[in-house]
């Protein structure tokens, strides 16, 4: 997306927003973003049969803007974060209860026209459920494990859930108002520690971003770096995941033995960029370290490990009838869901959405570089367990292109200041889904306002409708199977 | 699937059979350990978890503690899941504001005597969050410290290295209350 900037930009007023509300509703467009900025609201708009972008801006002088929410729901939780953070109400709204404002910082709207505030905390309200022999389960903010904080309740009848509720927002950090007025470089940092596990992903989304708005092309050796880091990161995270996922379903020997090729990915990792999950290594204007030769070499023994180590344990949970039993037909996603929310990534794939930004956008490496996406229509935990097998086969297929094709020459260019204000965008697939980041630079290269919008924001809803109908016990295996990021999510 | 089992048992393993074997530095702080848990407490301690707000990095590096290369358990850690059973409560991130209490919660309902670490740059004061209107700060400003892991996030080897140097302590400084 960087130099010719594939993507439109339109100020529209309160009737062609509510067009757009329309569109989405009816399927025409899908929702890929959402977000307050001084005095107007932004929707990022992707036409998948295109695969065009769109950002439409609004104007809300009078801080009110038409719900998109009140035709289209995958936009509420959007919606109810702009009126915390901005204080713009959107009108028509079907919820307006606060998301992730708890009432626990000193301020209101902190990224608008802000006021102090006592930050007593408040209860909140969740929905009710009634019926005979119901009954509520809290779960959270503190859960029994190695998990990031969020809260869920469930109302279920005996072992049946019969709705989830989530309730988010522990681990706002207040990134964008930390951004404002960052240096690009302040800002990188932040940005790779939006969702850790998503570091290189959010580095590469944020470096486009900046690279767009300045009209910038990086020099092709920094851009199969990047896509080396960024398809380490996937298989790592897919391997971690599903040996996680069998261990959920009471299976500790896979996730033993994934666990085992994850750490190899990570030391390897290690090796060539000189930090495990390899934070910081992807800067604005290129990487910031290059791969040697043994680097190189040391990728090339990691493949062929995995690719012996790793079809013996696919082979292992194909043939292990007690831990299908656990996954298929769990936590079914439907496709028509899948679809509405604009659900991407391994989830949205393994129910039947075909989008990956990296064909669709298909930004540079990969234009040049041959894989194939697997997608998947049945949905359940077993389906999106299988996409992420396969995605690993697809990364290493990546990285062998990557180290057979990689040119020698810089690995950065220099950020040149333009003297007027900028905006940039870019869409990237994480290994959870498409990050999307906008920004607007000014003159100096400072940033004015920056949105990260995590894949999750878009998958979470759906764990909520996934759950329903299956028992409370399998819980944690649909939620590990859909691995929501808190932190991206919270912001 | 009892043949798979079965294969998996009579088979040469999967992977090697000691991925640690080759980290005479591991190996060191394992030897070290078994001593010193034994000495200080006379069992295993037991770990509490909570994420007041990280960006999840942090986790992935505890999560890597138990697998076969650090294996956290047969240093004599282990996680457990309520507070009630736990020794030591180990923090992770900044404390959001939407966090404090959940950690001053969890902290109190731990029984005396009882540590706190507090891992990753963030857990310290904030780190690269600090300032920010949801955050309050490092994991000091809700409940008392006693040891600090640096490193963002701290790799496993740091972490236990951390912990470690919280076993060497005396029992004594202990939170009693
Ligand atoms: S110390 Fe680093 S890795 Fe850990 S939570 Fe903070 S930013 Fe994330």
């Keep these: 997306m960087s130099g010719d900037q594939p993507w439109r930009s339109r100020a529209v007023d309160a009737k062609a927003w509510a067009r757009i509300a329309d569109q989405l509703a009816q399927g025409r467009r899908t929702l890929a973003g959402l977000w307050g900025d001084a005095g107007r609201v932004h929707a990022a708009l992707l036409d998948e049969g295109k695969s065009e972008l769109e950002i439409a801006t609004l104007a809300c002088p009078s801080g009110q803007f038409p719900s998109i929410a009140r035709r289209h729901a995958p936009a509420l939780r959007l919606e109810r974060a702009i009126r915390d953070l901005f204080g713009f109400e959107p009108v028509g709204a079907p919820d307006d209860r606060r998301w992730l404002d708890h009432c626990r910082w000193l301020v209101r709207h902190p990224l608008g026209d802000y006021t102090d505030w006592a930050g007593e905390g408040e209860t909140y309200a969740f929905l009710p459920a009634e019926g005979e022999g119901l009954h509520q389960i809290p779960v959270g903010p503190v859960h029994a494990g190695i998990i990031e904080p969020g809260h869920f309740r469930f109302h279920a009848n005996g072992e049946t859930v019969v709705r989830l509720e989530e309730r988010l927002g522990y681990t706002h950090k207040g990134i964008e108002g930390l951004m404002a007025g960052a240096s690009i470089g302040n800002a990188a940092n932040l940005a790779g520690r939006i969702s850790g596990d998503s570091t290189v992903a959010y580095s590469i989304a944020f470096a486009r971003a900046v690279e767009a708005a300045l009209g910038l092309e990086i020099p092709p050796r920094a851009h199969l770096l990047r896509a080396l880091m960024a398809e380490l990161e996937r298989i790592a995270n897919h391997l971690g995941d599903i040996g996680a996922v069998c261990n959920d379903a009471s299976f500790a020997l896979m996730h033993a033995h994934c666990g085992i090729l994850r750490e190899r990915v990570l030391r390897q990792s290690n090796d060539c960029f000189g930090h495990r999950l390899m934070m910081d290594k992807v800067v604005p204007g290129g990487v910031a370290t290059d791969l040697d030769p043994s680097g190189v070499a040391g990728l090339r023994s990691l493949i062929g490990r995995i690719r012996k180590d790793f079809p013996p344990l696919v082979e292992l949970y194909d043939e292990t009838a007690s831990l299908q039993d656990r996954t298929v037909g769990t936590g079914i996603l439907t496709a028509d869901l899948a679809r509405q929310y604009g659900c991407s990534g391994f989830v949205g794939r393994a129910s039947g959405r075909v989008f990956d930004a990296r064909k669709a956008i298909a930004y540079p490496p990969y234009d040049a570089l041959e894989f194939e996406v697997p997608v998947l229509i049945e949905g359940d935990v077993n389906a999106r367990l299988w996409i992420r097998i396969r995605e690993v086969e697809q990364s290493l297929r990546l990285i062998e292109q990557i180290l057979d094709g990689l040119p020698s020459g810089e690995t950065t260019i220099e950020l040149e200041k333009r003297g007027e204000v900028r905006e940039g965008l870019a869409l990237v697939e994480g290994f959870r889904g498409d990050i999307l980041v906008w920004l607007r630079l000014d003159g100096e290269g400072w940033i004015g306002r920056c949105h990260l919008r995590d894949p999750s924001w878009f998958q979470w809803p759906l764990l909520e409708a996934a759950i329903e109908g299956n028992i409370v016990a399998d819980f944690p295996l649909c939620n590990k199977s859909f691995n929501c990021s808190y932190s991206g999510h919270d912001l | ?177």
């Design chain 2, 1 to 177: 699937m009892r043949k798979t089992l079965l294969q998996g048992l009579i088979r040469r393993p999967l992977t090697e059979p000691a991925p640690q074997a080759g980290d005479p530095e591991l190996a060191e702080l394992a030897a070290q350990l078994s001593q010193t848990a034994r000495a200080t407490l006379g069992r295993s301690l037991a770990i509490r978890h909570v994420d007041a707000g990280s960006c999840n990095a942090c986790e992935l590096e505890l999560h890597a503690l138990g697998n076969a290369f650090y294996d956290l358990e047969r240093f004599g850690f282990k996680f457990v899941a309520s507070p009630r059973h736990a020794d030591v409560l180990l923090v992770t991130g900044p404390v959001t504001r939407n966090m404090a209490e959940a950690l001053r919660r969890t902290y109190d309902a731990m029984p005396a005597p009882k540590w706190v670490v507090a891992a990753g740059g963030c857990a310290l004061d904030g780190g690269i969050f600090a300032g920010s209107y949801a955050v309050l700060g490092g994991v000091a400003a809700v409940v008392p410290v006693d040891l600090h892991i640096p490193g963002c996030p701290p790799s496993p080897l740091t972490l236990l290295k951390g912990l470690l140097a919280l076993m060497m302590r005396a029992p004594g400084d202990a939170e009693e209350s």
